[in-house]
């Protein structure tokens, strides 16, 4: 049984419990021999679902919060608003940037 915590109802906790089931593998070539569900939304061995992460990610990105408003207001820690920032950040910038522009024309990364 696990308790993973989502997003606040109404400015409070909410209280999803999960019974996982256990599954074995008898195959001597397996190597996990027994593991749990997981879903897309709460991954295996993660306390808190995607959503909460998302939302708390956001609300810094898109939201105009700093990383300490969001993790108080989304009751995490700052570490994990830092990396749900920082996710959340890689999803929606390209990965690289365009050229600068100075008085109306490119610069190269020469300088030039």
């Keep these: 049984m696990t308790r993973p915590r ?6 409070r906790r909410s ?12 195959q001597s070539e397996c190597r996990r021999r027994s593991f749990t569900e997981a879903i897309r939304q709460v991954p295996a061995r993660h306390r808190l679902t995607t959503r909460l992460l998302a939302a708390a990610g ?14 108080r207001d989304h009751d995490v820690s700052w570490p994990v608003a830092a990396s749900a920032f920082t996710t959340h950040a890689k999803a929606v910038l390209p990965s690289e940037p365009g050229p600068a ?4 024309r490119a610069i190269n990364s020469a300088g030039a």
């Design 6 to 11: 989502d997003l606040l109802v109404g400015g």
């Design 15 to 26: 209280q999803l419990v999960w019974t996982k089931r256990r599954w074995r593998c008898d």
């Design 58 to 71: 956001a609300a810094v990105a898109d939201g105009g919060r700093t990383i300490k408003q969001s993790a």
């Design 101 to 104: 522009w100075a008085l109306g």
